[in-house]
């Protein structure tokens, strides 16, 4: 086999490995929805999740874009200082954890199995359906007040999302410091800030 073909190969099977861990979600749906200043006013933390529950495709995407979608000019839904986009946001639901990837509007499976105890030191939000947790990269952005800034600016669009959709979410400082960042598989430079339950 040629040097060329072993590329080939190569290519292919990343190409593949892409494909498989890769899920593509709904295109979110950026208009309509119900009015800002009543959905701020309906804005609150929830802590009593049913069992079982589940989030459609749909709301997770929409949310998902609320958070750190893309709108203009490349930018996003939330502000960074200096545009540094220093946001990363994994999923943990009861089956897997994923990584969002804004650009392709995909989520890429990094671990297989119910990790949503390790993402949280209450009991209820181990039973929903959903946690998002929101991370950021300390190498784009090493300012701990704006990492802050862009944490808290993510969660407010999603509890807005969340308010407007029908949805309950609370936004969680408490989670395993110890065990999380491994069952994300976060390198180095990433750092969690908070985790935001949402379910039914
Ligand atoms: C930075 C931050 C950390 C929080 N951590 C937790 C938490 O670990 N567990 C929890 O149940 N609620 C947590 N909350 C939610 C607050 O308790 C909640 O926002 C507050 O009681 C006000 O209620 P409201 O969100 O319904 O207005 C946190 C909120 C913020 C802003």
Known sequence: MTKLHLLLLGIISLMASFSINAEVLPEPQTTGGKPLMQVMNERKSSRD?????????????????????ITHDGKRTIATAMNRQELVLYVVTPTEVSRYNPEANTL?????????????????????????????????????????????????????????????????????????????????????????????
């Open 108 to 200: 890429t499976v990094v671990n297989t199995g119910d990790f949503r105890k390790y993402s949280t030191m209450q009991d209820f939000a181990a039973i929903a359906p959903i946690n998002i947790v929101l991370v950021v990269d300390t190498s784009k952005q090493s300012k701990p007040e704006f990492q802050g800034y862009t944490a808290g600016a993510a969660s407010q669009n999603i509890y807005l999302y969340c308010a407007q959709a029908g949805l309950k979410s609370v936004v969680r400082a408490g989670f395993d410091v110890e065990n999380l960042p491994q069952v994300l598989k976060l390198s180095s430079n990433e750092r969690i800030m908070f985790v935001q339950t949402v379910g039914k």
């Open 49 to 69: 999740y049913q069992e079982n529950q589940t989030v459609t495709k749909q709301d997770l995407s929409n949310m998902l874009w609320a958070a750190w979608g």
